[in-house]
Structures are given as C-alpha cells and as structure tokens.
C-alpha cells in the first residue's frame, strides 16, 4: 500500500484548529511534530526514564496526513469508495487553512506533498523483533518457529503489537528474574502497567493462580488477550483493568485489599514513589512488590518510598543501566513485627 503525504507548515496555536478543519473535509491521523514541551501527564504515559533532549519552542509546527495512493494514482479519503485527485485533496486544504485564516494567525501556511514508500505501518515493527532466551526461557514472536536446539526450553511466545513489553529490555528481565526467585505455587499477582502482559502471563506459566493487570494504554486490551491465547491462558485467570491505579478509585476498589502474594511494576521512578503507597494496601502480609524501570541513580528514590510506606527492601538488582527494586509486606504475627531474613 502507498501513501501520500500532505505536510503543512503552520504554528503550534493553530494545530488544533487546522486538524479539526480538516477532519471535517476527510483528512485523518494528523501527526504533529513541533518542539512543544511534554506536559507532566504526557511525560508520566510515556515509558521510558530518560526523555529525549528538544530545542526550544519556536511557535512553529508541521502537520502530516497519508493519504491511501491506488495503483491508478487516485488517492482515497478515510477509506471511501470514491477516489479523489492530488490536486483536489490539495484544494481542500487549502480552503480549510483558508478558513481559519480568517479569524488567527497560522503562520507560513504552505504544503509540501511526497509519496512514501509501500509500508504496512501496523506490522513494520517486527523486522526489528526477534527470538530470544533468558536463562532457560525461550522468548518467541508469533511469526517465528521455534529451532531444533530450543525445543527443551520453556517457551513463552509474546507479540506486544501496539503495547508495551516484549522482554528484551533489562527492566523486564529484571522482572523476570525476581518472579522467578519469589512466586510461590497458586500466587494471585498485580501487574501494574502491564501492557503486553508477559509480567503476569509468565507468573501464570511458572504455577501463579490468578493475575490482575492494570494499564493507561487501551492498546493494552488487544495484546493481552492475544498474548493469552498463544500462552493457552484461560480467560478467568488473568483480568485486565484499563485505567490508572494512582488516581482513580474504581480501579483500587476493583483491585481490591490485601488479596495479593506479589506485585509487580515495570514502569519509571517518578511514577513508582506515589504508587508505592497505593499498592501496599494490596498487598497480603508477607506479600512481595517487584519494581523496574529504574534508571541508574533513581533506585534510592523507590526504596525510599518502600521504607516510607512500612516495606522492608529484600534487595536492589542491576541489569546495565537500569535498577530494580524488591521489597516485602512485613508479616505480622501476633502483633510483632519478625525480623525478615533472606536466604
């Protein structure tokens, strides 16, 4: 499938109103480059714990839309039947920048159009995803057979898609490997930002009972359930919540109190210090909370706020550049507080 692109050069001001004018003439999918910096909710969503440096803000903002390219030349609007013309898709951009024109500012205003080259745009991320193992564990992509040398491990197959997680990144091994040290048979497990949900379908393959996943994206719904499938993980073993556990109370209610053996999340520093104190309720006496996506110097920052909320800290594990935190829910007996003693 080709595409052509239709790249307009405008102001940040005027973004919103440029891509709704033209949202109404059937231009879709606006993708927006300006240097406007990420807001403290834009910067929390995104999963990663060193944002890319920008310039400053120069007010300016391109604006992209693909349109479909058929072999003939004729390019189609949003999918419809009937195709239309370069020359009058350039037309109804140009009535719509002259539109809001006419009431503010959109700077330059100018239009460039290129054809791209023949991209499945869902699926071009696999090129880049292979198979792989941690420790005895085969990792494997649906579109990958399993090689002859392999056939002796214990395979997990996951396609993250659109969602998060594919286990070659440090923070998920260091996951990975803390589950592995602390699961205990029939565990009930949170996952936290679960996205993919190999945290918990992994927990399950490895004898856990029951596990909860929590997510922002609603990407995360597709994946799971596809994830789920090629694992053979019943439905009633693993539910999934889209919605943010920090903030919002019908996701803690849902989650419920003191109901799991461990909890794990693979997110960022900043994001686990005020989850910490919302997870902990969760949590049953002598429970576990696995947490990664730390990068090198912030690990202080979560054993901190474990401390604060009543956790003991097992340990800090390293991976490259990335941390993970482990802590425990001191179990309390008859009204003492026990030493914890790790073997």
Same mark, same amino acid.
């Given at each position: ?44 969503q995104m999963f990663v714990d060193i944002l890319p440096e920008t ?37 109804? $951009?140009? #009535?719509?920048?002259? !539109? ?5 500012? /959109?700077? %330059?205003?100018? &239009? ?120 053979? $993980?019943? #439905?009633?073993?693993? !539910? ?5 556990? /920090?903030? %919002?109370?019908? &996701? ?92």
């Amino acid at each position: 499938m080709k595409w052509m692109k239709f790249r307009i050069k405008t102001i940040t001001d005027a973004e919103d109103i440029i891509i709704s004018e033209l949202y109404d003439r059937g231009l879709e999918g606006a993708q927006i480059e300006d240097k406007v910096p990420l807001t403290a909710l834009e910067k929390e969503q995104m999963f990663v714990d060193i944002l890319p440096e920008t310039e400053e803000d120069d007010g300016v903002a391109y604006l992209s839309f693909f349109v479909e390219e058929r072999e003939d030349g004729a390019l189609c609007l949003g999918g419809a039947a009937e195709t239309i013309s370069k020359e009058s898709v350039l037309a109804l $951009i140009g #009535e719509a920048l002259a !539109e809001v024109r006419s009431f503010m500012e /959109i700077g %330059e205003g100018s &239009v460039t159009v290129s054809e791209t080259e023949d991209i499945d745009w869902i699926n071009n991320w696999k090129q880049y995803f292979h198979q792989f193992t941690i420790d005895d564990l085969l990792v494997i992509p649906s579109w990958e057979e399993v090689r002859e040398e392999d056939k002796d491990k214990k395979i997990l197959h996951i396609d993250p898609g659109t969602a998060f997680g594919t286990g070659m990144h440090e923070t998920t091994q260091l996951c990975i490997r803390q589950i592995w040290k602390h699961l205990t048979p029939g565990a009930a497990l949170l996952d936290v930002g679960t996205g993919s949900g190999i945290l918990a379908i992994l927990a399950l393959m490895y004898g856990a009972g029951h596990a909860l996943g929590t997510d922002l994206d609603p990407c995360a719904v597709e994946a799971v359930a596809q994830n789920m499938q090629a694992n053979g $993980i019943a #439905e009633k073993d693993f !539910e999934l919540l889209i919605g943010n556990i /920090i903030t %919002e109370k019908e &996701v803690q209610d849902r989650a419920g109190v003191e109901k799991y053996d461990m909890v794990t999340a693979n997110i960022l520093a900043d994001v686990l210090v005020p989850l910490t104190s919302v997870i902990v309720p969760c949590l049953k006496q002598g429970g576990v909370y696995i947490t990664s996506g730390i990068i090198e110097g912030k690990e202080d920052l979560v054993t901190q706020a474990c401390e604060a909320a009543g956790l003991t800290v097992l340990e800090v594990t390293a991976q490259g550049e990335w941390r993970s935190v482990t802590a425990r829910k001191v179990q309390i007996i008859g009204g003492m507080r026990p030493e914890i003693k790790e073997n």
